[in-house]
């Protein structure tokens, strides 16, 4: 939907409703999407549109295309972004470090992106920009030591730069603007500001420019514009909150380096707060615990109080260090819901979502605002309610606070 403030669109991602199939993936926006829309009491409704491998391979089929578009049509809806990270099941199974396969390592990934871009120029209305996000390259640690690590960065350079040609053909073709987002996250290859801003000058710049420059017949400069019109940064608020990034110093980052933001990712982290005595580690590790499940990588970063950051690969590993007395805060990517502040002793990093949009309130650097808790399904029963509600509510939220 459209807000006041920039003219932004503001939606939630469908990743967080269970269904890899295309039919699974229709039925759930007839059946909560259009309910959130009528909660929210706006007339027209921008769609965050999660699509797996399998689902976007079924809409691409037949007329399921056509039949979607008129839909969308009778039901002012409008799809603006899709999410292209997940590539297989996403709900109801062990997902953990498999979220990243394949990686851009493998044509599969390339495949499936062109795929969801070739659905995306269909669906997205004239006069916007469009955005698929995707994984940060790969997950670090399938990947022994540094010489690995530059290996599967270069042959994904060469891959994405196929991409930017592709993107660079449908804006020829149609006049429309899409951009792949790239989202760090904690254990991807790229995690952090300052990993994807080298990312970007040191490794996709050069060899792209090259690339772009000999497929299109055209110069460096204009295969540089193509690139930053293309590539861009999926900023969700959760991960670089996780890694204790405070908004304002990596948005500054990535703008200072004239590298574009696609969309943000709203979205918030767990964190204990500020731990104190034994007694109440103990407390905050047993109502850590609850949120310790084998679904989701749930990777945990800890600040210890002479500011120096401790990284583990799921929470579990991170609460069994908990007592040790220079572990200030520890912080985990469990996406809990926006609206909340304090769940008992732990507080969640929704400060980090007010600050990215006070930053974004001064200076406009995207129109596409995208709500992400995914985890309706796997948080304590305690928290677990009517997800129509809860994410109606959470727009709402996030509607109030980016337009005061």
Request: hydrophobic fraction near 40%.
């Amino acid at each position: 939907m459209r807000i006041n403030k920039h003219q932004a669109h503001l939606s939630y991602c469908s990743n967080i409703h269970a269904g890899e199939s295309w039919t699974a993936t229709f039925e759930n926006l007839k059946k909560y999407t259009t309910k959130v829309r009528d909660g929210l009491k706006t007339e027209s409704f921008g769609i965050g549109l999660r699509l797996s491998n399998e689902a976007s391979l079924e809409l691409s089929e037949g007329d399921n295309l056509a039949v979607f578009k008129d839909w969308l049509a009778s039901e002012n809806m409008y799809v603006f972004t899709v999410n292209g990270f997940p590539y297989g099941g996403f709900h109801n199974q062990v997902v953990k470090d498999e979220v990243h396969t394949p990686d851009w390592s493998t044509p599969e990934r390339l495949v499936y992106t062109i795929r969801l871009f070739n659905i995306l120029a269909a669906l997205l209305p004239e006069g916007l920009d469009g955005g698929v996000s995707t994984s940060p390259i790969s997950y670090r640690f399938w990947h022994k030591d540094e010489a690995a690590l530059k290996e599967v960065k270069a042959v994904a350079v060469r891959q994405l730069s196929q991409l930017m040609i592709h993107l660079a053909e449908i804006k020829t073709k149609t006049g429309k603007s899409l951009h792949l987002d790239m989202e760090p996250e904690p254990d991807g290859i790229l995690e952090t500001s300052d990993e994807f801003v080298d990312f970007f000058n040191d490794d996709l710049l050069p060899t792209g420019k090259n690339q772009l420059s000999a497929t299109l017949g055209i110069g460096l400069d204009k295969a540089e514009e193509i690139i930053r019109e293309h590539f861009q940064l999926c900023y969700d608020v959760c991960h670089f909150a996780v890694g204790f990034e405070k908004p304002s110093e990596a948005i500054a980052k990535v703008k200072a380096a004239n590298i574009k933001i696609g969309r943000i990712q709203i979205s918030a982290a767990l964190s204990s707060g500020i731990l104190g005595s034994q007694e109440d580690r103990a407390i905050v590790q047993e109502q850590l615990k609850r949120f310790d499940e084998p679904t989701y990588l749930h990777q945990a970063v800890v600040r210890k109080t002479d500011g120096a950051l401790v990284r583990f690969k799921d929470l579990g590993p991170g609460l069994a260090d908990i007592q040790q007395a220079d572990f200030q805060e520890i912080r985990t990517h469990f996406h809990v819901p926006v609206f909340t502040e304090k769940y008992e002793k732990l507080i969640s990093t929704q400060q980090d979502i007010i600050d990215t949009l006070a930053v974004w309130k001064e200076e406009n650097f995207t129109n596409h605002l995208e709500v992400e808790t995914y985890t309706w399904d796997v948080l304590p029963e305690a928290m677990q309610t009517d997800i129509v509600s809860c994410v109606v509510r959470e727009l709402d939220w996030v509607r109030t606070v980016a337009t005061a």
